[in-house]
């Protein structure tokens, strides 16, 4: 079946689902956007109320479907899943959703879809690497959403601190989308000056360690702080997930640190984390190894091995 790349499917619409919809709508660049969910009436009031904003972004056919719409689609977004309650670690998650997955996977195979997916569903690199096994589909063409939203966490928080365009703040958060993610301070810079130099810029003089440890947790806790004050996290996420729908349809080659499979970078494999990855019309092009403090390197390791021993159990 010939691949449509303008048509995609986002599979699952809860907040997070129609979010992304949303965002997907504004960005013009899909021209069909399916939309699934096992309540049919919740996915056809999203389509009718998502198209009712068309006049005033651009031509798209939004409408609810099945999985017999999306043999041809380029891009399936799969947010299907119970959500994370307060209180409840990613990881909480994995017995619950790894089952709804594979109800979702089996039927999308069979509609002999080619195109990439796009694992978005917590805890969402476990459930990346299970998409690869349940799906048989190559590896270039499964990715999960990574820690692209909690890089764009660091940057605004960087941003707030040192008063600058977030656009100027040039950073990763990579690893585990969760408690074990790693920041990069070492590579950390905004627009060319090292950090701890624009501190000094910005007035900010001496030691900036504890500061920058309170920005950490501050990323780190951000998904349960959300939850905590209005149930759950959707409009960060979803543009999080236009950025990398973006920069497939848009064969951009842009680096992004979405969830990838490891084949010994950075000494690990057998599972998936967020790293800078280079991100074409075709899915996965190339895993970067950038250079690591020995700390980061530490660090990623250990929430490999975190992430690898759940994988192992299951």
């Known amino acids: 079946m010939a691949i449509n790349p303008r048509k995609a499917a986002i599979i699952g619409l809860g907040n997070v689902g129609a979010s992304i919809a949303f965002a997907l709508m504004q960005k013009d660049i899909y021209s069909e956007l399916v939309l699934i969910d096992y309540n049919t009436d919740k996915s056809e009031g999203e389509a009718m109320d998502l198209s009712n904003g068309l006049p005033y972004t651009g031509a798209m056919h939004i409408h609810a479907g099945d999985y017999s719409d999306v043999g041809d689609a380029g891009i399936i977004i799969i947010t299907a899943g119970t959500a994370r309650k307060q209180g409840e670690s990613r990881l909480d998650l994995i017995n619950?959703?790894?089952?709804?997955?594979?109800?979702?996977?089996?039927?999308?195979?069979?509609?002999?879809?080619?195109?990439?997916?796009?694992?978005?569903?917590?805890?969402?690199?476990?459930?990346?690497?299970?998409?690869?096994?349940?799906?048989?589909?190559?590896?270039?063409?499964?990715?999960?959403?990574?820690?692209?939203?909690?890089?764009?966490?660091?940057?605004?928080?960087?941003?707030?601190?040192?008063?600058?365009?977030?656009?100027?703040?040039?950073?990763?958060?990579?690893?585990?989308?969760?408690?074990?993610?790693?920041?990069?301070?070492?590579?950390?810079?905004?627009?060319?000056?090292?950090?701890?130099?624009?501190?000094?810029?910005?007035?900010?003089?001496?030691?900036?360690?504890?500061?920058?440890?309170?920005?950490?947790?501050?990323?780190?806790?951000?998904?349960?702080?959300?939850?905590?004050?209005?149930?759950?996290?959707?409009?960060?996420?979803?543009?999080?997930?236009?950025?990398?729908?973006?920069?497939?349809?848009?064969?951009?080659?842009?680096?992004?640190?979405?969830?990838?499979?490891?084949?010994?970078?950075?000494?690990?494999?057998?599972?998936?984390?967020?790293?800078?990855?280079?991100l074409g019309s075709s899915g996965i092009e190339k895993v970067l190894t950038i250079k690591l403090s020995d700390e980061e390197h530490e660090k990623l390791i250990a929430s490999g091995e975190a992430l690898k021993k759940v994988i192992e159990e299951l």
Request: glycine share 10%; aromatic share 4%.
């Open 96 to 278: 619950r959703n790894s089952a709804i997955l594979r109800s979702v996977i089996d039927p999308i195979k069979a509609s002999g879809f080619e195109g990439i997916l796009l694992i978005v569903s917590n805890p969402m690199d476990i459930l990346t690497h299970l998409a690869v096994e349940m799906s048989g589909y190559p590896e270039n063409r499964v990715i999960g959403s990574g820690t692209v939203l909690d890089t764009a966490r660091l940057k605004d928080e960087l941003s707030q601190l040192l008063s600058v365009d977030a656009r100027n703040v040039h950073t990763m958060i990579i690893g585990e989308h969760g408690d074990s993610e790693v920041p990069l301070w070492s590579i950390t810079n905004i627009a060319g000056v090292p950090l701890a130099e624009f501190c000094r810029i910005r007035g900010y003089e001496g030691d900036q360690s504890e500061t920058l440890q309170e920005i950490y947790e501050n990323v780190r806790d951000s998904g349960s702080k959300i939850i905590s004050k209005k149930g759950a996290t959707y409009y960060g996420i979803a543009m999080a997930v236009s950025r990398i729908c973006t920069c497939i349809s848009k064969n951009e080659h842009a680096v992004l640190t979405v969830s990838v499979p490891l084949h010994g970078e950075y000494g690990l494999e057998g599972v998936h984390l967020g790293l800078p990855t280079i």
